[in-house]
Structures are given as structure tokens and as C-alpha cells.
């Protein structure tokens, strides 16, 4: 399968059940009353994130997410079946973006579940408006649509170490090593194509996940090369492990060029824990590998290790591992920190309630009415029903929404209408 971490769908939780009109009738029972049940509620649209997935590839055929609709409710009281949630499978790691862009779901556990489109309520009966002002209601309610949108999925991948550097810097080779992954490998550039993980066990006492990044060359931030599309993928790395071939004409350019590059994408990652190796040592003697190093040490700053290794030969593999277990560890607790004292500092801020706000709208001869509870309210109204209709009068008097339409100058025969739907309107 292969790898996509990046697409749109349109998501589309189901309708509400309509509640039913109907009344008893029952041999030897004179005058039944209204016993017609409510309808059942929409699917929810639910992201479900699963460490069993890797890619978004599912979603290059299936650009449409639709719930069920609920049941209609029957007669006897009976409540109809609520629709079962659509229950979709993303990689951990998988943000879900509205239009706006703004963050409406941020997978970063095994089986953490967010609802990124409510499926409308079901419909009250006509038992349900039993009064005794009206004692046999020959109207019920519609059930709502279910909430519809455009969502952006992204995957960033969560793991403790991502490897950079530029192509064949032998990243893959070291992540087919130490882990149990098993990237392409072979001794040209941009071998790899797509992110690799790998789970590193380290002395029995700590499990590590690597990210093996493609391989980034200079102006990658802005678009060239590979690695630009997968640069995403180590935003939430704890450490950054910069791998550098010990056979590059000049180590410190080398490093200053990705360096660079990951300043320009995002100016946090400069300031990342980091590790930088020099790879390639086999074959090399103490006095040139202690040479790159000191060059190295010109541009990366005292408080980096700089480790020499051999992924072929495994030389300098145990110290580098320690290193890394020790720094995922202080930088996890570092930013445990930092979190646990911005969220002290956050001010709590008691939000109005504009539920039952609304305003109308007046454009030629129609009255435009909207407002969130009032939307909910005409969105279950059988617009074909008379006593529908005077329900949904009495509640604009309650709201004081006829009130304002009388001010504003309205006429009988004047059209009231609710949302984009022309079939949602009245005469006054």
C-alpha cells in the first residue's frame, strides 16, 4: 500500500429519524390517544486512531464519510433505532483540519476517539406534545440533518527520535540495525521515499521509536527535493538525530545546510534536542574520525554529543543508543513541564451563552431567520403540517422573534423563512 499522509473528505453524519404521528386504535378502547414514538438519532462521523495503520491511503477512493440515518419512530410508543456511529480508522498521529483550519481532532493515542461530525437528533412524536391544552397533537417533529463538512486529515508522526540528514547519509541502514524495520536500502540517493519506524529496545529497559525521514537537501523547506513533504513528520520528535556521512567533502557545510533547512520549516525545530552522528566510520582510524569531529565542533554548539558509529560493523552503536535513551527521557520530562505550566496559566474564561440568540434578515418581501436554537427548532418542523407550522410560531413568540418582525414592518402574506431551504418557510 502506499504512503499518503495528506487528504481532504467530506464527512456527513447521519439524519435524525422522524418522530411518527398515530394514535391508539384497539379494539374495545374508545377514543385512543396519541401514542406515536420519537425517532432515532443520527451516526456520528468518529475518528478512531489505531496504531494497526500507517497511511491514509484508504481515503484516495473513499472521499465520502456517511453516517446512517436513525429509524422513523413507530406507533405504541415505539422509539426508533438509533444509527450505529461510523467508526473510522486513522493512523495514530492524525490531525483532522476543518476549513477554516482550525484543529478540530489531534490523534496522538492508541484507540483516543473524537467526533468530528454530530448526527442529527430524532424527532418527538406526537405522543411526545400531549397537554393538557392539546390533547391530541396531530403533528411530530422532523429529525435534523446530521452535521456536514470538508476535513482536511494530516498525519504527523509521534516518535521519540527523528533521523535527518541529506540522502545517504546511511539513515535507513542505522533504523534496519537497531529496530525491527526494514527500509530499502542501497548505495544511491533518495533510496527512501517515505517514512520509516522502527522500535528500538535499549538494554531491556526502554522501548525507543525512530522516524527515518527522507532525505532532505538544501532548499527542502521551500519545496525542492523529498524531503519537503515529509518534513511534518519530526515536528514531534523529542530529539533530533542529525546523521552526517564521514566521507562528505565538507562536515560542517553539511550540517549547516540541514540545520538551515529545519530553521526555515519551523524555527522550534532549531532549538530541538540533538544529536549529531558521523556515520561510515568503518574502514576509518581514530586520528580522521577525531578530526571530522573537531571540524563539526565549529558549528555545533558544546552543549551537542557528537557520537562516531558503524551501523555495518555496529562499532559505537551501544554508547550512541544509552545517549539517546537518556535524552528522549529529558526532553519528554522537559516538555511534561513546560506543558504542565501553561496549562496553569491559562485563564479560565466563562463563555456567553448565545444558544438562543438569533436576528432576522429582511431582503425584499422574505424574512430571513436564523440563529442557533432556533435553527434546531425549524429544522424538525413538518412544514406541511398546520399545527407544525403553530408550534413553531408560539416558540418565535416565546423568543420574541415575532415581536421583532412586527417592528420591522412585516405584512400578512410576507414570506418567513429558516436557513438556505426555500421549503422552510411560512406565510405570515
Request: proline share 4%.
Given at each position: 500500500?502506499?504512503?499518503?499522509?495528506?487528504?481532504t473528505?467530506?464527512?456527513?453524519?447521519?439524519k435524525?429519524?422522524?418522530?411518527?404521528?398515530?394514535?391508539?386504535?384497539?379494539?374495545?378502547?374508545?377514543?385512543?390517544?396519541?401514542?406515536?414514538?420519537?425517532g432515532?438519532?443520527?451516526?456520528n462521523?468518529v475518528?478512531?486512531?489505531?496504531?494497526?495503520?500507517?497511511?491514509?491511503?484508504?481515503?484516495?477512493?473513499?472521499?465520502?464519510?456517511?453516517?446512517?440515518?436513525?429509524k422513523?419512530?413507530?406507533?405504541?410508543?415505539?422509539?426508533?433505532r438509533?444509527?450505529q456511529?461510523?467508526?473510522?480508522?486513522?493512523?495514530?498521529?492524525?490531525?483532522?483540519?476543518?476549513p477554516?483550519?482550525?484543529?478540530?481532532?489531534?490523534?496522538?493515542?492508541?484507540?483516543q476517539?473524537?467526533?468530528i461530525?454530530?448526527?442529527?437528533?430524532?424527532g418527538?412524536?406526537?405522543a411526545?406534545?400531549?397537554s393538557s391544552r392539546?390533547?391530541?397533537p396531530?403533528?411530530?417533529?422532523?429529525?435534523?440533518?446530521?452535521?456536514?463538512?470538508?476535513v482536511?486529515l494530516?498525519?504527523?508522526m509521534?516518535?521519540?527520535?527523528?533521523?535527518?540528514?541529506?540522502?545517504?547519509?546511511?539513515?535507513?541502514t542505522?533504523?534496519?540495525?537497531?529496530?525491527?524495520?526494514?527500509?530499502?536500502?542501497?548505495?544511491?540517493?533518495?533510496?527512501?521515499?517515505?517514512?520509516?519506524?522502527?522500535?528500538?529496545?535499549?538494554?531491556?529497559?526502554?522501548?525507543v521509536?525512530?522516524?527515518?525521514?527522507?532525505?532532505?537537501?538544501?532548499?527542502?523547506?521551500d519545496?525542492?527535493?523529498?524531503?519537503?513533504?515529509?518534513?511534518?513528520h519530526i515536528?514531534?520528535?523529542?530529539?533530533?538525530?542529525?546523521?552526517i556521512?564521514?566521507?562528505?567533502?565538507?562536515?560542517?557545510?553539511?550540517?549547516?545546510?540541514i540545520?538551515?533547512?529545519?530553521?526555515a520549516y519551523?524555527?522550534?525545530?532549531?532549538t530541538?534536542?540533538?544529536?549529531v552522528?558521523?556515520?561510515?566510520?568503518?574502514?576509518?582510524?581514530?586520528?580522521i574520525?577525531?578530526?571530522?569531529?573537531?571540524?563539526?565542533?565549529?558549528v555545533v554548539?558544546?552543549?551537542t554529543?557528537?557520537?562516531?558509529?558503524?551501523?555495518?560493523?555496529?562499532?559505537?552503536?551501544?554508547e550512541l543508543?544509552?545517549?539517546?535513551?537518556?535524552?528522549?527521557?529529558?526532553?519528554?520530562?522537559?516538555l511534561?513541564?513546560?506543558?504542565?505550566v501553561?496549562a496553569?496559566?491559562?485563564?479560565?474564561?466563562r463563555?456567553l451563552?448565545?444558544?438562543?440568540?438569533?436576528?432576522?434578515?429582511?431582503?425584499?418581501?422574505?424574512?430571513?431567520v436564523?440563529?442557533?436554537?432556533?435553527?434546531?427548532?425549524?429544522n424538525r418542523?413538518?412544514?406541511?403540517?398546520e399545527?407544525?407550522?403553530?408550534?413553531?410560531?408560539?416558540?418565535m413568540?416565546r423568543?420574541?422573534?415575532?415581536?421583532?418582525?412586527?417592528?420591522?414592518?412585516?405584512?400578512p402574506?410576507?414570506t418567513?423563512q429558516?436557513?438556505?431551504?426555500?421549503?422552510?418557510?411560512?406565510?405570515y
Amino acid at each position: 500500500m502506499s504512503f499518503i499522509d495528506k487528504v481532504t473528505v467530506s464527512a456527513l453524519a447521519g439524519k435524525g429519524g422522524d418522530g411518527r404521528v398515530s394514535f391508539r386504535q384497539e379494539k374495545f378502547i374508545d377514543k385512543g390517544g396519541p401514542d406515536g414514538g420519537d425517532g432515532g438519532n443520527g451516526a456520528n462521523i468518529v475518528l478512531v486512531a489505531s496504531r494497526n495503520q500507517n497511511t491514509l491511503a484508504a481515503f484516495r477512493f473513499q472521499k465520502e464519510l456517511k453516517g446512517d440515518e436513525g429509524k422513523a419512530g413507530g406507533d405504541r410508543n415505539k422509539h426508533g433505532r438509533s444509527a450505529q456511529h461510523l467508526m473510522v480508522q486513522v493512523p495514530v498521529g492524525t490531525i483532522a483540519y476543518a476549513p477554516s483550519g482550525e484543529v478540530i481532532a489531534d490523534l496522538i493515542e492508541d484507540g483516543q476517539q473524537t467526533i468530528i461530525a454530530k448526527g442529527g437528533g430524532g424527532g418527538f412524536g406526537n405522543a411526545h406534545f400531549v397537554s393538557s391544552r392539546r390533547q391530541t397533537p396531530r403533528f411530530a417533529e422532523k429529525g435534523e440533518p446530521g452535521e456536514a463538512l470538508e476535513v482536511q486529515l494530516e498525519i504527523k508522526m509521534i516518535a521519540d527520535v527523528g533521523l535527518v540528514g541529506l540522502p545517504n547519509a546511511g539513515k535507513s541502514t542505522l533504523l534496519s540495525v537497531i529496530s525491527n524495520a526494514r527500509p530499502e536500502i542501497a548505495d544511491y540517493p533518495f533510496t527512501t521515499l517515505t517514512p520509516n519506524l522502527g522500535v528500538v529496545d535499549i538494554a531491556g529497559e526502554s522501548s525507543v521509536l525512530f522516524a527515518d525521514i527522507p532525505g532532505l537537501i538544501e532548499g527542502a523547506a521551500d519545496g525542492k527535493g523529498l524531503g519537503h513533504d515529509f518534513l511534518r513528520h519530526i515536528e514531534r520528535t523529542a530529539v533530533i538525530m542529525h546523521l552526517i556521512d564521514a566521507y562528505q567533502d565538507d562536515v560542517a557545510a553539511t550540517y549547516s545546510t540541514i540545520k538551515a533547512e529545519l530553521s526555515a520549516y519551523q524555527n522550534d525545530l532549531a532549538t530541538r534536542p540533538e544529536i549529531v552522528v558521523i556515520t561510515k566510520i568503518e574502514g576509518l582510524d581514530a586520528e580522521i574520525v577525531a578530526d571530522i569531529q573537531k571540524q563539526l565542533r565549529t558549528v555545533v554548539t558544546k552543549d551537542t554529543p557528537i557520537y562516531a558509529i558503524s551501523a555495518q560493523s555496529k562499532q559505537g552503536l551501544k554508547e550512541l543508543l544509552f545517549s539517546v535513551k537518556d535524552a528522549v527521557a529529558a526532553s519528554r520530562a522537559k516538555l511534561d513541564e513546560i506543558a504542565a505550566v501553561e496549562a496553569a496559566a491559562i485563564p479560565v474564561l466563562r463563555l456567553l451563552d448565545n444558544s438562543k440568540a438569533w436576528k432576522v434578515n429582511k431582503v425584499e418581501d422574505i424574512y430571513y431567520v436564523s440563529g442557533p436554537r432556533i435553527d434546531h427548532f425549524s429544522n424538525r418542523t413538518d412544514f406541511e403540517n398546520e399545527e407544525g407550522i403553530q408550534r413553531l410560531r408560539d416558540i418565535m413568540k416565546r423568543f420574541g422573534i415575532l415581536h421583532e418582525l412586527v417592528r420591522q414592518g412585516i405584512e400578512p402574506g410576507d414570506t418567513i423563512q429558516f436557513g438556505p431551504n426555500e421549503s422552510h418557510n411560512f406565510e405570515y
